[in-house]
């Protein structure tokens, strides 16, 4: 494909792979749209354009010459970039939702972050030549990393960004996990590294054709492997404690009735797991892309080995 230039906006960690493999791995240019001027993504020899979101004139001329937009901010300021990508009729548009299926996403919920509303926005826009797709990939095995999501500065807006904030602490071995969804089934989940994700979604600036939802999947796990898969690593069995979803609803109602804004996000986010949000079985994007990602336990062997 001809060099083609792509804005990242954003800076956090997944922003920061999405540069690494476009230099890296590509003939592209890329630029990062940034609230800030960032010296340290500068003096890697990153360009970095500080914008104000609330300025649509400043990120209209900030996109003069993109093909491709990678958006990893979320909320009014997505929209805005939304906007002005189409004034400036950008080609392609990734909206910052790496999670689960949209499709599968429980309705006006606090996890949302304003992804339905972009998403609305892209479809509109679609119809006027406006590419856009989503990249499903489940859950970030970074969630499970030391230190958590943070080390990575990932996972700042999801309130499960530090380390065991999320179904086990493995440093502590505790876990707390709800093995059985409601239906009594167990729980699936798919996985990646937000490293892979970032090669994926690089490997796919290349393809001639997008769809509107592209889906990868490291790994798909039950949340007892998962488990196990600690429990191996670390050589010895956790403590755990077995949730329902009566008693995560339970929690949630009195999270809510003290205020407790932390506790309720994270309740969400392991209620999302049991509702089957992050789990698919098929992912479309794996057979039009040369990416092998990485198992979950070689992630977390890698990842644990040089904890402090
Ligand atoms: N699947 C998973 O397990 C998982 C886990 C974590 C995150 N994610 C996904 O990764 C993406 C990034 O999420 P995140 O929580 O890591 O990052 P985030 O906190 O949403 O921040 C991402 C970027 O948004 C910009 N930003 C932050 N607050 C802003 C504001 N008020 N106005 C305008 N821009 C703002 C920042 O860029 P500047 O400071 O450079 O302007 C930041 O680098 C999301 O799509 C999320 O769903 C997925």
Redesign the pocket.
């Known amino acids: 494909m001809a060099m083609i230039k792509i804005a990242i906006?954003?800076?956090?960690?997944?922003?920061q792979y999405l540069a690494h493999y476009i230099s890296t791995q590509t003939y592209h240019q890329f630029i990062?749209?940034?609230?800030?001027n960032?010296p340290g993504l500068a003096a890697k020899g990153w360009q970095?354009i500080k914008?104000d979101?609330n300025n649509s004139n400043q990120l209209q001329y900030a996109l003069t010459g993109i093909h491709t937009v990678i958006?990893?901010?979320?909320?009014?300021?997505?929209i805005a970039l939304i906007d002005a990508a189409a004034q400036r009729h950008i080609r392609r548009f990734v909206?910052?939702?790496?999670?689960?299926r949209p499709s599968t996403r429980p309705a006006a919920n606090i996890l949302d972050?304003g992804?339905r509303a972009s998403l609305t926005r892209l479809q509109h826009y679609a119809q006027y030549g406006m590419q856009y797709a989503v990249f499903a990939?489940?859950?970030?095995y970074?969630?499970f990393a030391p230190g958590g999501?943070a080390t990575f500065?990932?996972?700042?807006?999801?309130y499960?960004?530090g380390e065991g904030d999320?179904l086990m602490n493995i440093r502590t071995m505790k876990a707390e996990i709800p093995y059985f969804n409601a239906a009594g089934e167990p729980v699936y989940v798919c996985?990646?590294s937000?490293q892979d994700?970032a090669r994926y979604i690089v490997a796919a600036l290349d393809l001639p054709q997008w769809t509107t939802e592209f889906r990868v999947c490291g790994e798909r796990m039950a949340l007892g492997d998962i488990v196990k898969a600690a429990e191996i690593m670390r050589g010895v069995s956790f403590e755990k404690t077995i949730l329902s979803d009566e008693s995560l609803e339970h929690s949630l109602a009195y999270a809510k009735a003290s205020g407790n804004v932390v506790q309720q996000w994270r309740l969400h986010h392991v209620l999302a797991t049991t509702a089957g949000c992050?789990d698919f079985t098929t992912p479309n994007l794996h057979s039009l892309v040369n990416v092998n990602p990485q198992r979950f336990s070689n992630w977390l062997y890698a990842a644990w080995a040089s904890a402090p």
């Open positions: 906006a954003g800076t956090s960690g997944l922003a990062f749209l940034s609230r800030n960032n970095v914008v979101y958006s990893t901010i979320s909320g009014q300021a997505e909206p910052s939702e790496f999670e689960g972050r992804n990939c489940g859950i970030f970074e969630r999501m500065q990932l996972g700042k807006g999801t499960i960004d999320y996985m990646t937000a994700l992050y």
